[in-house]
């Protein structure tokens, strides 16, 4: 399956803010299996269970209790960034020359970018492990998951 990831918006026929159910049956008809899990012991859930759809190898699918995608994490596809591609195994230094705005947060231990993305890393490696993308207005004070 090559599909691309766009901040904020996706990845491929993937829309963020899309329902469970319509994520669901475009995976089905892509033929890709995947599981079905409920997160409530989560630091971040607070006392609200996410669920999850996960890809083995490929991605997790992270919907709110109300069933709305709000984020995807890729182990295995691109993110577009204007003309750039970022892909996981890319070297971090690489990704800062294509993003200057990417930063590390001591809080979440990811780098983050204002550009509407997050990377996680191999810390002995400095390379791009996964990539995240997430609705618009996720890190905002006043943002609640639990009503999205």
């Known amino acids: 399956m090559k599909m691309v990831m766009t901040p904020y918006r996706g990845l491929g026929p993937i829309h963020l803010s899309a329902t469970i159910t319509s994520v669901k049956k475009i995976l089905e008809k892509k033929g890709l299996a995947f599981t079905e ?3 409530n012991d989560d630091p971040g859930c607070a006392d609200t269970p996410w669920t999850v759809l996960t890809i083995p190898d490929h991605m997790m699918l992270f919907f709110s209790t109300k069933g709305h995608l709000w984020k995807i994490t890729s182990y295995a596809y691109a993110l577009r960034l204007g003309e750039h591609l970022i892909t996981p195994g890319m070297a971090l230094k690489d990704v800062e020359v294509i993003d200057q705005g990417l930063h590390f947060d001591d809080w979440e231990e ?9 990377i996680d890393d191999t810390p002995d490696w400095k390379h791009v492990d996964a ?8 890190i905002d004070d006043d943002f609640d998951i639990n009503n999205f």
Request: glycine share 10%.
């Open 37 to 39: 899990e409920i997160w």
């Open 110 to 118: 990811v780098y983050f970018s204002p550009n509407g993305y997050w």
């Open 131 to 138: 990539i995240s993308i997430y609705t618009p207005g996720l």
